[in-house]
C-alpha cells in the first residue's frame, strides 16, 4: 500500500538528513540568487554552472545591481553556456522587476511565473526556496520519482500525464515540512538516489512500496514516446510548361502521395541538380524522349523544404524547355484548371511562390 503523505514525508526526510546535497546556492533564502541558479541549471550540469553562478554573483550581488546591468555584461558573463536566450530573458525579467515590482523580487507565484523566462518549475523554485509558499516542485529528478513511486507508465510529457505528475507532487506536500525542505528533498532524493539509470532501490525508504520497482519496470518509467527518425530525401522536380497548361504525373507507386498528381521528379541523393548525364539516363524511366528536351535545366525556380510525419523532403523545381508535346505520353497529362486534380500540399505552396 502507498504511504500516506505524512508517511513518505517522514522516510524522505530521513534519508536527506543523511543524503542532503551540498550546492553554493542552497544556503540562502534569496530570490534573485536562487533565480540566477535555476536559469544558469536549466540547460547546464551543476558542475559547469557552478563558477558562473559565483562570477555573478560577485559582479551583481543583488537584484538591484543587476537590473543596472548593460545587456552586452550578461552576454559577456554568460559566454561559454550556451542557450544565450536565458541571458537576455534575465536582462528582460530584470527590466520587469524594475518597472513592474519597484526593483522588488515578487513575492508571490503567478508574479513571479509572468517573468519573462520563468516557467512553473522555476516559479515553484523560487516561491518554495525563498517565500516557503507551499508549491511543489516538478523537475526530472521530480518526475522520475513520482512515475516510478507510483507506477505512472503514460508519456510523461503529454499534458494529461503531466498534470497527474504535477497533482500527486503537491499532494505529497506536507504542510508541517517547510516547502523548501520538501521540494529540496524531492530533487535530491531524484538525483542521488533514483538515479536515471541504476537507481538504488535495494537500499531505498519506499522499496515496500514502489509500484516501478515491485513490478519490476524501473527501467521503464519514466516514459516518454521514442522520437520517429525521419528519413531524408531529394526530390528533383522538372517543371515543363506549354500553352496547354502544365505537365503532371499522376503517383501511382506504393509511396507518399499515391493517387495525387505531381510534377514529373528525379530522386537523388542530394540536392545538388542532377548532371546532364543523370537527367538524360533517367528520362526513360519518365517516357520521355530524349530528343524532346531541348534544354535539361534551364532555370532553378524554387527550392523548398517539407517536414512530414516520417520523411524530410528537400525539393528543387526546375524549369525544363522542351520542343515536343509531351502530353502524347500516357503517364503525362497538361493541365490547365487544377482546381479538379488531388495534389501534394508541397505543390501547392510551390505553385503560390510562382506566377505560371
Ligand atoms: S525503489 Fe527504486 S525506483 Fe522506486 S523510488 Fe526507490 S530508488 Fe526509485
Given at each position: 500500500?502507498?504511504?500516506?503523505?505524512?508517511e513518505f514525508n517522514l522516510k524522505l526526510q530521513q534519508w536527506h538528513a543523511?543524503?542532503?546535497?551540498?550546492?553554493?546556492?542552497?544556503?540562502?533564502?534569496?530570490?534573485?540568487?536562487?533565480?540566477?541558479?535555476?536559469?544558469?541549471?536549466?540547460?547546464?550540469?551543476?558542475?559547469?554552472?557552478?563558477?558562473?553562478?559565483?562570477?555573478?554573483?560577485?559582479?551583481?550581488?543583488?537584484?538591484?545591481?543587476?537590473?543596472?546591468?548593460?545587456?552586452?555584461?550578461?552576454?559577456?558573463?554568460?559566454?561559454?553556456?550556451?542557450?544565450?536566450?536565458?541571458a537576455r530573458n534575465m536582462y528582460e525579467a530584470a527590466q520587469q522587476i524594475?518597472?513592474?515590482?519597484?526593483?522588488?523580487?515578487?513575492?508571490?507565484?503567478?508574479?513571479?511565473?509572468?517573468?519573462?523566462?520563468?516557467?512553473?518549475?522555476?516559479?515553484?523554485?523560487?516561491?518554495?526556496?525563498?517565500?516557503?509558499?507551499?508549491?511543489?516542485?516538478?523537475?526530472?529528478?521530480?518526475?522520475?520519482?513520482?512515475?516510478?513511486?507510483?507506477?505512472?507508465?503514460?508519456?510523461?510529457?503529454?499534458?494529461?500525464?503531466?498534470?497527474?505528475?504535477?497533482?500527486?507532487?503537491?499532494?505529497?506536500?506536507?504542510?508541517?515540512?517547510?516547502?523548501?525542505?520538501?521540494?529540496?528533498?524531492?530533487?535530491?532524493?531524484?538525483?542521488?538516489?533514483?538515479?536515471?539509470?541504476?537507481?538504488?532501490?535495494?537500499?531505498?525508504?519506499?522499496?515496500?512500496?514502489?509500484?516501478?520497482?515491485?513490478?519490476?519496470?524501473?527501467?521503464?518509467?519514466?516514459?516518454?514516446?521514442?522520437?520517429?527518425?525521419?528519413?531524408?530525401?531529394?526530390?528533383?522536380?522538372?517543371?515543363?510548361?506549354?500553352?496547354?497548361?502544365?505537365?503532371?504525373?499522376?503517383?501511382?507507386?506504393?509511396?507518399?502521395?499515391?493517387?495525387?498528381?505531381?510534377?514529373?521528379?528525379?530522386?537523388?541523393?542530394?540536392?545538388?541538380?542532377?548532371?546532364?548525364?543523370?537527367?538524360?539516363?533517367?528520362?526513360?524511366?519518365?517516357?520521355?524522349?530524349?530528343?524532346?528536351?531541348?534544354?535539361?535545366?534551364?532555370?532553378?525556380?524554387?527550392?523548398?523544404?517539407?517536414?512530414?510525419?516520417?520523411?524530410?523532403?528537400?525539393?528543387?523545381?526546375?524549369?525544363?524547355?522542351?520542343?515536343?508535346?509531351?502530353?502524347?505520353?500516357?503517364?503525362?497529362?497538361?493541365?490547365?484548371?487544377?482546381?479538379?486534380?488531388?495534389?501534394?500540399?508541397?505543390?501547392?505552396?510551390?505553385?503560390?511562390?510562382?506566377?505560371?
Amino acid at each position: 500500500m502507498i504511504d500516506t503523505p505524512k508517511e513518505f514525508n517522514l522516510k524522505l526526510q530521513q534519508w536527506h538528513a543523511l543524503n542532503e546535497r551540498d550546492l553554493p546556492w542552497k544556503s540562502n533564502a534569496n530570490a534573485y540568487k536562487i533565480w540566477l541558479s535555476e536559469i544558469i541549471l536549466q540547460q547546464t550540469q551543476v558542475k559547469q554552472g557552478t563558477p558562473y553562478y559565483l562570477n555573478f554573483v560577485k559582479k551583481y550581488p543583488d537584484i538591484q545591481s543587476f537590473i543596472k546591468a548593460d545587456l552586452d555584461d550578461i552576454l559577456a558573463l554568460w559566454k561559454g553556456l550556451g542557450y544565450y536566450s536565458r541571458a537576455r530573458n534575465m536582462y528582460e525579467a530584470a527590466q520587469q522587476i524594475n518597472e513592474t515590482f519597484d526593483g522588488l523580487f515578487p513575492n508571490n507565484y503567478q508574479d513571479i511565473l509572468a517573468l519573462k523566462g520563468i516557467g512553473k518549475y522555476t516559479a515553484a523554485a523560487i516561491a518554495s526556496f525563498a517565500y516557503e509558499l507551499p508549491h511543489a516542485v516538478v523537475d526530472g529528478n521530480v518526475i522520475r520519482l513520482i512515475t516510478r513511486y507510483y507506477g505512472i507508465t503514460g508519456d510523461y510529457t503529454r499534458r494529461a500525464t503531466m498534470s497527474k505528475i504535477e497533482s500527486l507532487a503537491q499532494k505529497l506536500m506536507d504542510h508541517a515540512i517547510l516547502p523548501s525542505s520538501h521540494n529540496q528533498a524531492m530533487m535530491d532524493f531524484g538525483a542521488l538516489q533514483c538515479k536515471p539509470s541504476n537507481p538504488l532501490c535495494q537500499s531505498c525508504p519506499f522499496n515496500n512500496q514502489c509500484i516501478a520497482y515491485l513490478n519490476n519496470q524501473v527501467d521503464k518509467i519514466p516514459f516518454k514516446t521514442p522520437k520517429i527518425k525521419k528519413t531524408t530525401r531529394y526530390f528533383h522536380y522538372l517543371v515543363l510548361m506549354n500553352h496547354k497548361g502544365i505537365i503532371l504525373k499522376q503517383r501511382t507507386n506504393e509511396d507518399i502521395w499515391k493517387g495525387l498528381f505531381d510534377l514529373p521528379m528525379i530522386e537523388s541523393d542530394s540536392s545538388k541538380p542532377p548532371s546532364e548525364e543523370t537527367f538524360f539516363s533517367i528520362l526513360p524511366s519518365l517516357k520521355i524522349k530524349k530528343t524532346c528536351i531541348e534544354r535539361p535545366i534551364k532555370r532553378i525556380l524554387d527550392t523548398r523544404k517539407h517536414i512530414l510525419t516520417h520523411q524530410i523532403i528537400f525539393a528543387n523545381y526546375y524549369e525544363v524547355s522542351s520542343t515536343c508535346d509531351i502530353s502524347q505520353n500516357e503517364n503525362f497529362q497538361y493541365f490547365k484548371n487544377l482546381g479538379t486534380i488531388g495534389y501534394p500540399s508541397l505543390f501547392s505552396k510551390f505553385l503560390k511562390g510562382q506566377d505560371l
